[in-house]
């Protein structure tokens, strides 16, 4: 099936484009767009930075910055053997994680953005806000990063330009996007931008907002350097800006990985799946089948790891997506050689660290790399760490939400198709929680309308990762709580509505790897061995596996499901997938929350589908 690119791209130009440092007079003649530049002036004017940089994205460009970097500890190199291309960021303290309490959508009225955003009117958020960029930049360099977001050349792929004072910020972005001359090219003339504003500021708790303009398609985020808050292309235009655009223009961005997986035969299957944090996400999209599947001849690829955006394709009438991104910007602690070897190789050459611990010859640690700790490092506070003071202090090496940012390109199992304007087509879709009780390992939904329902009541249960009580349900309808930049109530109505566009819908699956048994032990080994269940949901979405038909949805029987060299028995399969009357009950009250939360917001169609599903009880 041919799609045609975005005619806006014209072939690069034999002029290799600027980078690096340029007088305030240089910029209508550097920035290539007229309302970009006019925006950029005022923005300078505002913030009033010592030093303009334009960056292009180049190699050349990164280790440029990277240099800087080390010169003003912004920084560490480190063991250039060990960790080629590597580099190490410390954070300050307060800034280790995103603060949805802090983050705004700014709407003229709070009815736009309803009960599960922070709503601010807009002129005032414009106001407050000026009154902190005044100045800011006073004796420092605004970097001005022009990227894309999707492959270029894509039917949705977005312009954005970022103005930041961080230099930690500019290679992020280098990685996490398509910077530079292609920004540009796709933009031509048009005034149809991510207007980007950031500042660090002083990094205070106390000054710090991620305001979203949704109608003004701009973003002013300040007072955090930290991933989620500072590098906008991501959360805030990625999903809270697009979530809000797809709703206006027919299409949908997702907190969704994007991997295919391809069957002996050679045939290939795209699923996209939304899991809340800590449920493992990142080791899916990057999951290595047991060996008999690999000998078999069974491939798992990755397109996305955390954002998916999909379209309607007009001729099939089918869901298509592409991953926005150019890297991953993955949660470090845990992951090793067993639990995820992939993103160990992804995160082995030209990356970047943060929060995690330094050691002394240039190499880092974090919990979980290795079962010996190092005998001594500087901490992710930048504190004297051992083994001892751990046991005294509690203290961690790494912080539990330190990262890695690296290129996608490092993916040795990246999908063909990752930077295909055309995207790739969706079969499936997952929605998936950490549930120790009263989910199933895995079912499907009735119908696209049924599934809808089951991403509005996704719950995960509060791990030790984040901060307040461990074991509680969080309702987190389609792991999007925090991004969604509108009205949740519109957002359900409008998932619902793309059924109508659909001539041929993906199939709609919930999964649980956590269920435990009354010892508290893990009912399913998990990690590679969740290839069991893709392959079942592979299959139904060719119409080819069996299932039952339940209360809950279309489930698996232990005949259906390959549990051969498992050391599973039936019967503990089917305790496994079980669901008593007191379970199902107890989940039905436990979704009566998010009713409540939201009550008269939410669509009369979910509460068509609990009423459902309580009559079929
Ligand atoms: O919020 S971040 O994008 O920094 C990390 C995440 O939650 O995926
Ligand atoms: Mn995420």
Redesign the pocket.
């Known amino acids: 099936m041919t799609l045609t690119t975005n005619p806006k791209v014209p072939a690069a130009g034999a002029k290799a484009s600027f980078s690096g440092a340029f007088p305030v007079e240089r910029l209508a003649e550097l920035i290539p767009n007229p309302f970009a530049a006019k925006w950029i002036a005022e923005c300078i004017e505002l913030c009033k930075p010592d030093e303009l940089y334009l960056c292009n994205g180049s190699i050349e460009e990164r280790e440029r910055l990277y240099a800087r970097g080390c010169a003003d500890g912004t920084f560490v190199k480190l063991d250039q053997k060990k960790w080629p291309g590597c580099y190490y960021h410390r954070s300050n303290s307060n800034d280790v994680?995103?603060t949805e309490h802090l983050t705004y959508i700014c709407t003229p009225g709070p009815d736009m953005v309803g009960p599960t955003n922070n709503w601010m009117e807009a002129k005032q958020g414009y106001a407050k806000l000026r009154g902190l960029y005044d100045g800011c930049m006073r004796g420092r360099t605004m970097f001005i990063l022009p990227f894309v977001m999707g492959p270029i050349g894509s039917p949705l792929a977005k312009v954005g330009v970022e103005l930041t004072d961080s230099l930690y910020v500019a290679v992020n972005m280098q990685i996490m996007t398509r910077m530079g001359d292609v920004a540009w090219r796709q933009l031509g003339s048009d005034d149809e931008f991510t207007r980007c504003l950031h500042s660090v500021g002083d990094v205070n708790p106390d000054r710090r907002y991620i305001c979203h303009f949704p109608l003004d398609n701009t973003i002013w985020s300040f007072g955090s350097g930290?991933?989620?808050?500072a590098?906008l292309g991501?959360?805030c235009l990625a999903l809270r800006i697009a979530s809000f655009l797809g709703q206006q223009q027919g299409w949908m961005a997702e907190?969704m990985l994007l991997m295919g997986a391809t069957a002996p035969d050679g045939k290939k299957t795209y699923v996209a799946a939304a899991f809340p944090?800590a449920c493992g996400k990142t080791n899916f999209a990057m999951l290595i089948p047991p060996k008999k599947y690999t000998d078999a001849g069974w491939k798992i690829t990755t397109v996305g790891d955390?954002i998916v955006w999909m379209w309607v394709d007009k001729d099939s009438g089918k869901l298509r997506a592409i991953n926005p991104e150019a890297g991953y910007?993955g949660?470090v602690p845990g992951t090793n050689e067993k639990t995820n070897p992939n993103a160990m190789v992804c995160m082995a050459k030209d990356s970047i660290f943060t929060n995690v611990a330094l050691l002394p010859d240039g190499d880092i640690w974090w919990e979980g790399k290795s079962k010996e700790p190092p005998a001594e490092c500087v901490n992710w506070e930048g504190k004297k760490w051992t083994p001892e003071i751990a046991r005294q202090t509690g203290a961690k090496a790494a912080h539990p939400?330190s990262?890695f940012t690296a290129p996608m390109a490092n993916n040795p199992v990246l999908d063909e198709m990752a930077n295909d304007p055309a995207g790739v087509p969706v079969a499936g879709i997952i929605f998936g929680g950490r549930r120790s009780k009263n989910v199933p390992l895995v079912y499907q939904a009735f119908n696209w309308m049924h599934g809808v329902y089951l991403g509005a009541m996704l719950g995960s249960e509060t791990t030790a990762a984040a901060t307040g009580a461990v074991g509680v349900v969080r309702r987190d309808p389609m792991a999007m709580l925090p991004f969604i930049g509108y009205n949740i109530r519109d957002y359900f109505i409008h998932w619902m509505r793309m059924r109508k566009v659909m001539k041929d819908c993906p199939r709609v699956f919930h999964v649980n790897w956590f269920r435990q048994n009354d010892d508290g032990e893990f009912m399913w080994p998990g990690f590679g061995e969740n290839m069991r269940v893709l392959k079942w949901i592979v299959d139904r979405c060719h119409g080819k596996a069996y299932a039952v038909e339940s209360i809950i949805g279309w489930v698996p029987l232990a005949k259906d499901l390959d549990l051969d060299g498992l050391n599973m028995p039936p019967e503990a399969f089917e305790k496994l997938q079980s669901v008593s009357g007191d379970e199902l009950k107890s989940e039905i009250l436990g979704q009566e929350e998010l009713f409540l939360k939201l009550a008269g917001e939410m669509p009369k169609e979910m509460i068509f589908q609990r009423e459902l599903l309580i009559s079929r009880l």
């Open positions: 994680a995103r930290y991933g989620g808050n590098l991501k959360k907190h944090s955390d910007f949660v939400n990262r």
